[in-house]
């Protein structure tokens, strides 16, 4: 099974197209500028959804996206995406903020592994989160509400400053959506969107780095990723080390060991090992035997012990 197809029971959940095999699409035309309020409702045009097809989070790795797109932030602020980058990676999730499945338990993973101790790193210190609905009939206000219950939610300090929750006109959100290669249709019967599940990781000059699939992130796969797209600005040497030992594979999303690099670090450490032991033995010969040349020097009786 790809990760594609691991997809696709996530999607019917998130959307219940179980109950809806047949349930029509609809299309937004772009808009060329950004208005203060949300865009007009979506029109329909009739074509099943078809899942495994219409919806998927393909991996488009070193693409650079569009830092000129234009959203509003959760204040109404027309503001381009080049606001949040510029020194931190940058974690991106696309659900839409009326969403009663998927979207719900993918912001609840992130709050569930952003208090996870184990991740070590903090939103708004160490990186971003940018959440943008993919619904342009979303509006700021709705942002405003969303980010309000996610930070009571999280609950730390400072993370205000660092989760950011956008929408946009069709255009910008279809751009940034194309650009990351994530894959989304409009169902107008119920008025929701077919989604793939999955977060996208950014460096911060915002070309594309990492893919994590699912409504759970691992805080290792996490913390490895933040620590392999901040290219050096994030994390310690031991998280440097330790990504050094793990290999992250695309077609699950996912870190694991690198095994061929784990030989090699046990290699050296085996060698470094042995041939620290070989100097320190080396050394402790060469100090005994110069002991023994000094108390057998010529003239010098060897000094004996008599009992009385």
Known sequence: MNAKTALVPAILWGLGLAAVPQASLAQVPGQSQLPGAPAPANPQRNAPINAANDVSLDQKLNTQISLNNLFRDENGKTVPLSNYFGGKPVVLVLPFYKCPGVCTAELDGIVKTLQDERLKFKVGR????LTVSINPKEGSDLATMKKKEYLNQLSQPGAGEGWHFLTGTQ?????????????????????????????????????????????????????????DAGQGKV??????????????????????????????????????????????????????????GASTKPGVPPVTSTKA
Do not use: W
């Open 235 to 292: 994390g310690t040497a031991v998280d440097k080390f330790v990504l050094y030992c793990y290999h992250y594979d695309p077609a699950k999303g996912t870190y694991g060991p690198a095994i061929f690099r784990i030989i090699q670090v046990a290699g050296f450490t085996t060698v470094f090992l042995l041939g620290s032991f070989m100097l320190m033995a080396f050394r402790k010969d060469h100090r005994d035997s110069k002991g023994m």
């Open 126 to 129: 160490d990186f971003e989160i």
């Open 171 to 227: 255009e910008s959100i279809k751009k940034l959506a194309g650009e990351v290669g994530f894959k989304y249709v409009y169902d107008a019967k119920t008025d929701q969107y077919a989604h793939p599940a999955g977060l996208i990781l950014l460096t911060d000059g915002g070309k594309v780095s990492k893919y994590f699939y699912g409504v759970e992130y691992s805080p290792l796969n996490m913390r490895l990723g933040l620590t």
